[in-house]
């Protein structure tokens, strides 16, 4: 089972780069309770799209000292973003959009096939 964070571009073009810069400055401006390094994103990655992609996988790992949820992912240059799991079942490979994630307290979650 891999989670991957999929963006989808606006009508704009704009590098898959540029997205993920967005969206990684997105999760360092959260509330002031995830300071003091409570929210480590590292390792971080995303392929150059190809013409007429819609879409981009961002792959990072994100580390919590404390229990909370992530409730959702966005860049000022996606027309949106989702949390997205994806597993394998009865041979075929199923995509689930998921509303938020649980991260557990001390922990890291790897957004990626290889964990990076």
Known sequence: MNTWIRMRRCGVETSTRTALTGLLLGLLALPPAWASNDVIVDKA?????????????????????????????????????????VERRGGTMQTHTLPNLRLA????????????
Do not use: K, Y
């Open 45 to 85: 990655w995303v392929r150059e799209s190809v013409p007429g992609q819609t879409a981009a996988t961002v792959q990072l790992n994100l580390s919590v000292n404390r229990a909370t949820r992530l409730l959702g992912v966005s860049s000022p240059l996606a027309a949106d973003g989702e949390i997205v799991r």
């Open 105 to 116: 307290a001390r922990s890291t979650v790897i957004f990626g096939v290889h964990g990076l």
